[in-house]
């Protein structure tokens, strides 16, 4: 499967909604995958990566995923057309965002708890506060694939080979483009000295852009098909998702190597777009 076709294919092949049998971690749940083989969130324990069962309520068709400041968990379903919101531990949604959504494959927090969702096939990128479901703002740049929100309300946006910022958030619409170039845009995420994490799924490479964003900087791992890719707080481990190798890379994101590499059956994986660990925010 080509990784830049999957936003179009993976509507198509989604699975029959079966309760998976792995039984429930009542503990520790530092790890979450969204996985749209298994049509659930895989959870992983804390540094061992063992399988501890799965986050099923409210997942239909998960994919781009996020940890805000507080500890709970969002995930983009593109199959439920919604945007749901997890506490702490918790094992049903809390809260669901889905006014005016089509297809969303990705979703961020900034730091004052509003919710940004990446629709790939709506072509827009859409804001909303905290536990509301009415849109503030839809801005629609093209397919958009990823989407980042900077300490200072600064919002980013990729869609095929392109990069564009909104300076000071969504309102007015107003996108600057950015000049570095993409051979085909997948997840991105944003570091605590605002330089972008952005996969390249044709480009089979993670990149990190610094400011002023016209070029890239360095580049994080390469020779795969990265879908999507988070940091945790401390920005000291990176995680990205191939779901065309099912597998989740652990990676130290100061060096860019490998730590560890979760493969298949053996973590409980069979196509996991996104992985995320702890908060993601940088704030």
Not at 62 to 72: L, R
Not at 90 to 110: N, Q, R
Not at 162 to 184: F, H, Q
């Amino acid at each position: 499967m080509a990784p830049a076709l999957l936003s179009h294919l993976r509507r198509e092949t989604a699975p029959v909604k079966v309760e998976p049998q792995r039984a429930r971690y009542k503990g520790l749940r530092d790890v979450y995958v969204s996985d749209i083989g298994n049509d659930d969130v895989v959870l992983l324990k804390d540094k061992t990566y063992a399988d501890a069962g799965a986050l099923t309520n409210g997942i239909y068709g998960p994919d781009g995923a996020f940890i805000d400041n507080k500890g709970d968990f969002y995930v983009a379903n593109f199959e439920d057309v919604n945007v749901s919101e997890y506490a702490p531990h918790g094992t049903k949604p809390k809260f669901i965002y889905s006014a005016g959504m089509t297809d969303p494959v990705d979703v961020t927090v900034d730091g004052h708890g509003n919710v940004y969702e990446a629709d790939y096939l709506g072509g827009f990128v859409a804001e909303y506060a905290q536990k509301s479901n009415t849109q503030l703002y839809q801005c629609s740049p093209g397919e958009v694939e990823g989407v980042a929100v900077d300490q200072s309300g600064d919002v980013f946006v990729d869609f095929g080979s392109s990069i564009v910022e909104y300076i000071g958030g969504l309102s007015g619409c107003t996108a600057t483009p950015l000049g570095v170039t993409l051979d085909s845009a997948g997840g991105m995420a944003i570091d605590r000295h605002d330089d972008l994490i952005v996969c390249d799924q044709l480009g089979q490479a993670v990149d990190v852009i610094a400011p002023p964003y016209t070029s890239v900087t360095r580049v994080l791992q390469s020779g795969y098909a990265p879908f999507h890719v988070t940091i945790n707080k401390d920005n000291r481990l990176a995680f990205v998702a191939s779901v065309d190798e099912a597998t989740v890379y652990v990676v130290d994101y100061a060096t860019g190597g490998a730590l560890a590499t979760l493969e298949g059956k053996a973590y409980g994986l069979s196509d996991p777009v996104a992985a995320v660990y702890g908060p993601n925010d940088v704030y």
